[in-house]
């Protein structure tokens, strides 16, 4: 409540519209307009007494102050609905929950801009989204505030508290990120940990005597964006994307690659654009096809579909902690691969047990863009894609390079580790 009333001091200061924003508009009426204290008074009669309204809208959550500042609630969903908004002052909570507060912020920022107008960001860490990339930015920026506080700053919960949420069985990751705001501890239904993720960023793991395993995912229509993945053992070596690419163009991308050396085989998404595939291999370009709709081949008691397997055997691929994206791939493919993979989530089906992915529809839902170098990355794993590349692979190298990790590609296989 604090920046409740921060808001309604500054509108006593200039005059002016106030936004409070919430991920979604129903979440404003239930969380602070209909919300009360612990003594049962309401937010908003506790906040903006009726002494200091002029008037008041219930349906549109809407106070007119007695010296002509309007102060309403919003919602990220339906910010756009607004008729002539021009704010002087923004608060956006929850910033790290939903995925359209990015766009919202676009829409709001030029118009702050314009009139020396303000914004304020409150909310926990959900991992590495738009919510830890405004905090990056925050950081170096000399024109923002920015302030991460935990328990051990608010005290607002003890640590006999905090022990007894362990002890309860709260896991440490849960308890990393609501009580100490960290940005890298997982949700519960992650299906990569961040940690691990992040670890591979900074290792250096190469096996030059292992073929090069290509991933090749394919879009035609909207944003979505056509993919090409390469992986060398436990190292990501190459990544990139195109948009409105046609099916010869695309094809024509998979087999310039392939005649630059650049991989060994690859395996062809043949659900977005089945022509590709045809095309690759008409080339005499090594490939296997993918269709990550049907069943498990090897594993149906415990995936959905060849989907969840591939996405899992990229979980193992992490876990096991001894991989690496190279740092040859440019920073912005990078970023764009990490936001891929970083918060895809998973579940465990009643009944059955068997493991279920999150869709990729859902995924584009929740996050605001499809993974589509993601899906690439999964690929590198497709049935038959390493014993395909091993048929013609003859590894270029000298006595001096004698591998002596201690890589074993079969270990990248499945049941190694609990759900």
């Known amino acids: 409540m604090t920046l409740l009333n921060l808001t309604i001091k500054k509108a006593f200061e200039r005059v002016g519209a ?3 924003c919430f991920p979604e508009y129903g979440q404003g009426r239930k969380v602070l307009w209909d919300g009360m204290d612990n003594d049962g008074n309401k937010y908003i009669d506790r906040h903006v007494p009726p002494e200091v309204r002029r008037s008041i809208n219930k349906a549109e959550m809407k106070i007119e102050l007695i010296d002509g500042s309007v102060w309403q609630i919003i919602g990220a969903d339906n910010y756009d609905s607004l ?35 303000w914004a304020v960001f409150i909310y926990t860490p959900r991992g590495r989204n738009h919510g830890f990339n405004l905090y990056q930015m925050a950081l170096t920026n000399p024109a ?12 607002a919960i003890n640590q006999e508290d905090i022990q007894a949420e362990r002890k309860s069985g709260m896991s440490e990751s849960m308890i ?20 691990f993720i992040n670890q591979a960023l900074h290792r250096n793991s190469v096996y030059t ?3 090069k395993l290509a991933g090749g995912d394919c879009a035609r229509f909207g944003d979505d964006r056509s993919t090409l993945v390469i992986r060398q053992g436990p190292q990501l070596i190459h990544a990139e994307s195109w948009k409105g690419l046609d099916n010869v163009q695309l094809a024509g991308k998979f087999v310039d690659r392939y005649r630059l050396r650049m991989y060994d085989a690859i395996a062809i998404d043949v659900i977005g654009m089945p ?15 993918v269709n990550v709709s049907e069943n498990s081949p090897m594993h149906e008691e415990r995936f959905y579909r060849l989907r969840d397997e591939l996405w899992w055997m990229t979980r193992e691929f992490f876990m096991d902690q001894n991989c690496s994206i190279s740092m040859g791939i440019d920073k912005p493919t990078r970023d764009a691969l ?11 089906k009643e009944i059955t047990g068997r493991i279920l992915i999150e869709s990729k529809k859902e995924m ?20 038959g894609l390493e014993s395909r590349a091993r048929e013609l692979y003859s590894p270029q190298i000298s006595p001096v390079q004698e591998e002596t990790q201690n890589y074993n590609p079969l270990t990248f296989g499945l049941g190694i580790r609990g759900g």
Do not use: M
């Open 338 to 348: 990490v936001a891929d993979i970083q918060d895809v989530h998973y579940t465990y």
């Open 364 to 383: 584009k839902k929740r996050l605001g863009f499809s993974p589509d170098l993601g899906d690439g990355f999964i690929h590198t794993f497709a049935p």
């Open 83 to 117: 008729v002539g908004p021009n704010p002087v002052g923004l608060i956006l909570d929850e910033w790290a929950v939903s995925p359209r507060y990015p766009q919202a912020w676009d829409y709001f920022r030029p118009i702050l801009a314009q009139n020396g107008g």
């Open 144 to 155: 923002w505030f920015c302030q991460l506080l935990t328990v051990d700053d608010t005290r």
């Open 275 to 289: 022509g590709v595939y045809d095309l690759v291999k008409a080339a005499r370009v090594p490939c296997v096809p």
């Open 176 to 195: 990393q990120q609501e009580f100490y705001s960290s940005f890298l501890a997982s949700t519960e239904d992650v299906l990569i940990p961040f940690e």
């Open 209 to 211: 005597r292992l073929p």
């Open 18 to 20: 106030y936004y409070h």
